[in-house]
């Protein structure tokens, strides 16, 4: 929904977004340039996002402090909730972290000094931001800081927290957070301490291949802090940031005053140009014990007997160790494309990933997955070079020769990957291109946005009466760079299912003769232009009989990494 203007604010350019778009616009009657925030009808539709786009203009717009975003108007036009905010320019503090823009310790601190001044304001008037990280805070040319994103804060009277619902970003969440225990201020206390690790240091504190990994470490593993003494960071910061991020929240600072006090001591020091005071307070911690030099001789001693006796002595299984180093470096030697008569075909790389709704950890070798859905172009060929009849309707349009083709049978499929020296992707396999190594819940992450995929609530395809050319929207991409895996059209996989009386029942009414639960059912995945987008669309999967042919199914092809296809 792109608009000229609303009300008295006129919209001079679009900014972006997702659930809510949000434009630069000038309030005509005072002249001021600001930022319109307006709920888009996918928005509208999703209580969620409505109840967070409500909280956040409520709660910023009762606030007034020079270090948090001001949020001048907000109401309803024509029934759609929108808020008028401060216009600045700048960063956002993640673009300033990956672009380095703050190059030493002082200027750190004096950022840190600002946010903590926020946060220690909006704790003073009972809210709970519980969603603090370096994206939610800006930073304007000038070198002004402003706290944003007050969507899911919490107040005395008021919180959109339900049952079962973890809110927060994975790697600011405190541990009580993660268990879905009572959140008070010590949660935004805890994300203050992960948020000054990652600005000192570029890197967030735990390293982690997916979401459960992160919260394990979150729960169960101590912060490291030698990246913050390579850094030479303050030794009281230090230990301040170890303080924050305790476990037990009852161990981390009672507000952000005490925060703000230490702070502002190692700034004002620092700021001083005292070189020993400075040296000293930058000074890495304490002497290692007597007894951990001697265990660190022992080890020394240790490491260079089993130098000389690898040096020396000839090693046992030493052919089987060089096949297997070989056949590592051949799996790390892979091209990251591959290209096919039919297309070109993207890696996914060996190893373990989560898989299915309870996430297994699985196995599984590298293998080329088509980027694209098979066109009706490439579909064409193979039906004239094998003699294969065209589907039911196949548009024979030059406009129509880039979309995916569809009404094709897992039968037709199948028969298709042979001809391309390919095969139709087993469950796990399309489950990893999908998801990648991290369980992803959608290919572009973790939350559900239907504007990122073909699929019926995206505004952009509301009434769209087929598929869009494939690879088109390119915000579908997955890990792997694989498109459409959430949408566009449903894709056959070759995994075997067991139907339920209820699609056998469906299916009686849509085929002839009617399938039984004898015949050969199969999975399709993914998402299609006639749905809106699934929930979890990663991991759900449909059994539909092999026989079926459908409006909105396609496919894709995989090959093994060793394979030479067409």
Known sequence: MQQQQLGKYKFEQFLGGGMSHVYKARDTLINRVVVVKILTDSGMHDEDTKKRFLREAQTAGAI??????????????????????????????????????????????????????????IQELGIVHRDLKPDNVFMSKGGQVKLMDFGIAKTKD??????????????????????????????????????????????????????????????????????????????????????CTEKDQAKRPDGFGEIITELEAVLHTMESGDEKTITQLTKPKPEIPRIAWIAGGIAAVLIIVLLIVNLVLPRAGTKQEAKKEDAQASVQEL????????????????????????????????????????????????????????????????????????????????EF???????????????????????????????????????????????????QPVGSWANSDSTYKAKDLAGNVFEWVDERTAPSAAAVKNFGSLMKPPPTDQD???????????????????????????????PDIGFRCVVDATAKPR
């Open 335 to 414: 091209p990251a494309n591959l290209k096919t008569m039919t297309g070109d075909m993207v890696l996914v790389k060996e190893g373990d990933f989560l898989f299915g709704e309870e996430n297994q950890k699985r196995a599984q070798k590298s293998f080329y997955i088509d980027a694209n859905e098979v066109t009706n172009e490439m579909y064409k060929r193979f039906a004239m070079e094998r003699g294969w009849p065209l589907p039911d309707g196949f548009p024979e349009a030059d406009t129509a020769k880039n979309l995916p083709v569809v009404n094709v049978s897992f039968v037709d499929a199948r």
């Open 417 to 467: 990957a042979s001809w391309a020296g390919k095969r139709l992707p087993y469950a796990v396999e399309w489950e990893k291109a999908a998801r990648g190594t991290m369980g992803r819940t959608y290919p572009w992450g973790y939350e559900h946005l239907p504007e990122m995929a073909v699929v019926a609530d995206n505004e952009k395809f509301k009434g769209s009466k087929g598929p």
């Open 520 to 550: 050969l059912w199969v999975q399709i995945r993914g998402g299609s232009f006639l749905r809106p987008l699934d929930k979890n669309v990663s991991v759900q999967f449909a059994s539909v009989p092999s026989a079926f042919k459908g």
């Open 158 to 243: 008021l919180s959109i927290t339900r049952t079962g619902y973890t809110l927060g970003t994975p790697y600011y969440m405190a541990p009580e957070q993660v268990t879905s225990k009572d959140v008070n201020e010590k949660a935004d206390i805890y994300a203050f301490g992960i948020v000054m690790f990652e600005l000192f240091t570029g890197v967030k504190p735990f390293q982690a291949q997916n979401v459960h990994e992160v919260f394990f470490k979150i729960l169960n593993e101590a912060l490291d802090p030698a990246p913050l003494v390579e850094a030479r960071v303050p030794t009281n910061v230090i230990e301040l940031i170890k303080k």
């Open 64 to 121: 007034s402090h020079e270090n948090i975003i001001r949020v001048y108007d907000f109401g309803e036009h024509d029934g759609r909730p929108y808020m008028v905010m401060e216009y600045l320019e700048g960063n956002d503090l993640r673009a300033s972290i990956q672009q380095k823009e703050l190059p030493d310790v002082l200027s750190k601190l004096r950022v840190l000094v600002q946010l903590v001044r926020a946060m220690k304001h």
